[in-house]
């Protein structure tokens, strides 16, 4: 129950004795009552008493269930309600012009897009006609690895003014580039160049095909018309055997409520090398059905003068039944030769100010001068050079942090959220969220407790693109201070996920990383050092923070004092060896084997842990009262009563607290003859008893180091750095592994059918945590502190070369990485926070 809930409860019993029914004493009765009169008169008085003491207990259970139902209802609502503090987000996206439009678009190889609820939608998709497979184009849109490609990703993003990306198809080497350019006064003007080269000299003059959309995101509404190519020409002295170059479009005139009137025109760097253009202008029901649009309208067509035959779109295509015939999803068409350019010129009509227009010298010329800023300000920021690093090993680290911030998107829309008290699923409401992704070919939508890793980097770029996303994730709290963890807002992102991971349920909830952010930004800072701006974002922010730690504190406290544990588990479970903790971030890693809530985790606990210092911390920064904050802190960081709560004696190391067994597998039973063979189940082989869950050794045992509350002079932190290094636990010369080879789920499946996950694989993320622990430890006086030293070198050291070494030899930086081999495996890119490798290398802790 929740603290609104226990303060109606209290006011309910405060009611009841103020309005407690008089108890009539003997010498209350009347005097009359002696005489036989007045007892006739008390008979019928007391008959009609029975009867309205009737009617009275009927309206009182009436009233009752009444009550009980609209309560119910109540907490219904509760979980799609939203917090009615001020919102943290600016009012509108035109406060911030420099950002309104942007590569926001990361689940795409490459589009734009506006920040807006109802965007603009510009979009690429390609492909090589003389190469296509019958029947299969392979038309390129969606960021996806089973594309294969060799390599995509932004080599340099500013987040702000440019963006240049380099994907590397099989024959092909694509460069995608745009400038955004502020002017008038609906977000100004921006252009996009796609440049085509071969791979191999052979392919010189080969055909490939490109097609440039411009779409209206989910329920937008505005006008797109597209204007043909031949229509703005004059066809003098133009050979007629060459009209098949004029079929496309020379622009797109637009207009909607939020960009005002639009133009937005396609340019041709050499018009020779044009072998074939087209457009297709029709309706599409929204952006995730774009592709399948494009492929509809895809015809095989004759040239009646040249005989050539082109894969071609159809040009005007309604369905016959559409009266109206105003198109929302327009595309335009170049086939060309090897090597190949095409510029996009987006133009507000309300930049009247504007000196020439975005393209050929002059977007040459811009770009050089972003990209030269850029460089400089990268330096300047994390001194990559200063530390010595090579010029490859400086390109891998710009191209890192450029894939994070250009796989920043913008969505909308409302999450699927469901709590106890809800039978069904229910829409949250409609929201923006401007958040940074985890893969854009993956997981291209926002994770809440990735963010928190996303922001260590870019805070450290744009404090501004920082406070910005977490301002976004703070608006979407409930009215409980509860934050949906995944958010999956629109058609797109909705598209891309399956229908059983889409429901969020309110008593989970991701850990709080975004303290992790605020602490670093404003560690250390003297106050007369903070902006007014960040004050004041501080201050906009702080009732939110109140309520998201409130959350944390009442809806996951644990059996007794300073005790935690993640709801969420599956306590029915029979195909699981050991059920997901999904909300902890951590999914299939081992914890108590049988899920009730007796259980300690020890990483929850040190998440609020470091969430009462940081509240405590900004409360002084703001002029709070932070005092409660600052008590939890002390009370929860005291060694003494982390030692009593979760050091194991026996095995010497932090602990899960639960009902455990350390003898399950899973079994297949027996089937009759003829019939599948059934899924394997859950085997208990040793009944489970509370205890420690000290038979498993790996990152969530590592987490009272990783937070820094332990002193520096603590026998158990000379424990934990012992450990550490031993090869037979977590140690490998590429990074620690999730899961010590000695624990029983050591990369042992959850299921027969889910491979593991957190039980062995190399994590960039908590390998981040443990080295800024160390090189905390390493600077504070003790008797660990030479062996801190010593750990934080080589464990630096060897996260860096085994990171470096997998993007060489794969072109990708990975989910995971193979604690045996090092080898990158799960999904790729997966520039969210593995990206924190540029950290390491700046050796960025604060």
Known sequence: ????????????????????????????????????????????????????????????????????????????????????????????????????????????????????????????????????????????????????????????????????????????????????????????????????????KELVGQQVTLFFYLTLDDNGKGLLQPIRMIDNMDMTGIDTNQSAKFLGLSAVHGHTERLGDFRVSFHHSDQNSIVHTAFLSTTVASPNLVKDALQSGLRLMEDKRTKERHISLAGVLFPKEDT???????????????????????????????????????????????????RNQFESKFHLQKKGFSDEEQDFAVSAM?????????????????????????????????TAVPSRSFFPRGFLWDEGFHNLIISQWDREISFDIMAHWFDLMNVEGWIPREQILGSEARARVPDEFVVQRNNQGNPPTFFLVLDAMFKNRPVRDISTLELEQLNDMWPRLVSWYNWFNTSLHGPEPGSYYWRGRDTASVRELNPKSLSSGLDDYPRASHPTPDERHLDLRCWITLAAKVMASIADIIGRDGRKYHEAFVFLSDNKLLNAQHWSPTAKRYADFGLHSSNVTLRRPKSNPGQPKPDKIRVVLEEPTLRYVDDTFGYVNLFPLIIEILQPDSPQLGQLLLDLRSPNLLWTKYG??????????????????????????????????????????STVEGPHQTRATLLYNELRENLIANIFREYKRTGYIWEQYNDASGAGQGCRPFTGWSTLVLLLMSETYA
């Not at 010129?345 to 990209?371: C, H, I, P, W």
């Not at 969505?411 to 959220?417: Q, T």
């Not at 624990?743 to 491979?755: A, F, I, Q, V």
């Open 736 to 777: 620690l592994r999730s899961l010590s080879k000695t624990s029983p789920l050591y990369n042992k499946r959850n299921t027969e059918h889910d491979p593991p996950y957190w039980r062995g694989p190399i994590w960039i993320n908590v390998n981040y945590l443990v080295v800024r622990a160390l090189h905390h430890y």
């Open 324 to 374: 109206l015939k105003q198109p929302n999803f327009v595309v335009h068409q170049v086939t060309g030769k090897l090597p190949l350019q095409l510029e996009v010129v987006y133009e507000s009509n309300s930049f009247a100010e504007r000196e020439t227009m975005l393209r050929g010298e002059t977007y040459d010329t811009l770009l050089q001068k972003y990209r030269k800023e850029f």
């Open 1 to 200: 129950m929740t603290g609104g809930n226990k303060k109606l409860h209290v006011a309910g019993a405060s009611d009841v004795k103020k309005n407690k029914p008089k108890v009539l004493k003997s010498s209350d009765q009347s005097p009359h009552s002696k005489n036989g009169a007045s007892s006739k008169s008390n008979v019928a008085t007391t008959k009609n008493h029975k009867i309205g003491s009737l009617y009275s207990g009927v309206g009182v259970v009436t009233i009752s269930i009444v009550s009980w139902f609209v309560y119910q209802g109540y907490l219904e609502t509760r979980v799609n309600s939203p917090l009615t503090e001020n919102k943290v987000v600016f009012p509108t996206s035109h406060d911030f012009p420099e950002r309104y439009w942007g590569s926001f678009r990361p689940g795409v190889y490459f589009g734009m897009k506006s920040r807006d609820a109802h965007s603009l939608l510009a979009g690429l998709m390609w492909f090589m006609p003389d190469i296509a497979a019958a029947g299969n184009l392979n038309l390129r849109h969606l960021c996806d690895q089973g594309d294969n490609l060799e390599q995509y990703g932004w080599r340099e993003h500013d987040g702000r003014n440019f963006g240049v990306q380099v994907i590397i198809d099989k024959f092909i080497q694509l460069e995608t580039s745009f400038i955004t350019k502020l002017g008038g006064n609906h977000g100004g003007d921006w252009t996009a160049r796609i440049h085509v080269e071969p791979r191999m």
């Open 402 to 434: 450029s894939n994070l911030i250009g796989g920043i998107g913008y969505f909308y829309g409302s999450s699927k959220v469901q709590s106890v008290h809800n039978k069904e699923p229910v829409p949250y409401w409609n929201a923006p969220l401007y």
